[in-house]
């Protein structure tokens, strides 16, 4: 038998792990274009794209309104550093602090990506720490929640909450404990030491787990009485995931804000930008003038991107897809032979698959692995967040017929993998 010729993605892929850090272990492939929703690798090969770069392809590949914005501000400034401004940045913060119905005195930092985003929400409440002091003395406790993921950088990964990306790495900034997310956890942790607490609305790398009913207005209502900070990650909820711009807007009573919120993942639809929103003006005087900074945050480019996604969502109301979508997928699923809870918030939806194999079985082939290896042979990307766990991100214009072709396909992508899976 004559060798078949290699394909363009295996050679590339050798170099890839001749060249690239391991962390990521190997790729899945090699992918050389994209348009709305579809991607190709390096084989030619087309996909329907359920994962939009993990949540952060909002508007899909190549929009073009997004590749015009870009392309032209690229042709007119491009990066300045924070020695300067520009009226993008000043636009995209009016617009984010509009958004989030925050009050006058409210202010925004620009970073480039969750992890950096979340650093400054650590930073500033460790500034609460010193600044308001609670009678039991200093606040020197974070607390955050069991299942969270707040990123991979020293501070953000203390915030994190999974050992297993903790430990490698100790000695972490100190002072934050990790609780269940229950309200008996809640009303056992928050107390006059506590200089913040920092919880996503829907814990999107655990696999899509929303909070108890009535946890998030429990715990503002605790924080607040307590003298420390509400911090809302939405670097993965944010920027219309979830079929409103923000996932709090669900969960606190009307009227109610928290006391920062930091974005990332789809604020700029694929150019790195993330964000701490800070509201009302004692929190945003927390930090002054050198005790945080940036050279890269907010530059035109970055800021140009982010207001065009957002002025996107907007005038094509992709929000309102986005609720009736989620609708379509979530009836699919629930009930879909082999797959047991759906939960679904707009475009984030995690599912969970039977695996009837014994312990070592499912550890030696994880099903999920598998599924997401037989979608991708039948052009879909899907993510697995665990053994059993898979989650779906798709671009706010994923349509209902593409919904409906990942729905038909995945009877037989489920059967493929266990087979896979078994063998
Ligand atoms: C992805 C994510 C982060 C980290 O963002 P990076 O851009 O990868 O640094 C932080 N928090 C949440 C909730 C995320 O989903």
Redesign the pocket.
């Known amino acids: 038998m004559t060798a078949l010729p290699q394909s363009a993605q295996t050679s590339l892929l050798r170099e890839y792990q001749e060249h690239l850090l391991g962390v990521f272990g190997t790729p899945q492939a090699v992918l050389v274009r994209g348009e709305g929703a579809r991607v190709w690798d390096a084989d030619g090969n087309a996909y329907l794209d359920f994962l939009g770069g ?2 952060v392809n909002a508007l899909g590949h190549a929009h073009p309104r997004w590749v015009q914005a870009v392309s032209e501000q690229a042709q007119t400034l491009g990066h300045i550093s924070n020695l300067f401004t520009s009226p993008q940045q000043i636009a995209l913060a009016e617009k984010l602090l509009e958004l989030a119905g925050a009050p006058g005195g409210s202010r925004v930092f620009f970073a480039n ?6 650093e400054a929400a650590f930073k500033l409440a460790r500034r609460q720490g010193r600044e308001n002091p609670g009678p039991l003395g200093p606040r020197s406790t974070v607390v955050a929640v069991d299942g ?6 020293m501070g ?1 990964l203390a915030l994190t909450a999974k050992a297993a990306y903790r430990e490698p790495f100790e000695p972490l900034p100190g002072g934050v404990v990790h609780i269940a997310p229950t309200v008996e956890a809640l009303e056992g942790a928050i107390d006059d030491g506590v200089s913040a607490l920092i919880v ?1 609305p829907v ?3 655990q696999g899509v787990h929303a909070l108890p009913d009535g946890w998030l207005q429990r715990a503002r209502e605790l924080t607040r009485e307590h003298g420390a900070l509400l911090i809302l ?5 944010g920027i219309g995931r979830t079929g409103q711009w923000f996932a709090f807007t669900e969960q606190l009573a009307p009227g109610e804000l928290p006391d920062a919120i ?1 974005l ?2 789809g604020l700029g639809a694929g150019f ?1 930008i ?1 964000a701490m929103i800070t509201v009302g003006s004692e929190v945003s005087g927390l930090l002054s003038a050198g005790q945080h900074g940036t050279t890269f945050g907010g530059n035109p480019l970055a800021t140009a991107a982010a207001l065009a996604t957002l002025q996107i969502i907007e005038d094509d109301d992709l929000m309102s897809n986005v609720r009736s979508v989620s609708k379509v997928l979530t009836d699919g699923l629930t009930g879909m032979q082999d797959v047991t809870t759906v939960r679904a918030h707009g475009f984030l939806i995690g599912f969970d698959v039977t695996d009837e194999r014994d312990a070592e079985a499912q550890a030696s082939a994880p099903l999920g692995a598998a599924v997401v290896a037989a979608a991708r042979s039948a052009g879909f990307l899907l993510n697995a967040t665990g053994p059993t766990t898979i989650r779906l991100a798709p671009p706010l214009i994923v349509s209902q017929a593409q919904a409906e072709d990942l729905l038909a396909a995945l009877p037989e992508i489920l059967d493929q993998a266990r087979q896979a899976a078994n063998a």
Request: hydrophobic share 20%.
């Open positions: 993990i949540a990506s969750g992890s950096e985003a979340n969270s993921f707040h990123g991979r950088t953000s996503e814990r999107g790398e990650d939405e670097v993965q909820t930091t990332a993942k790195p993330g």
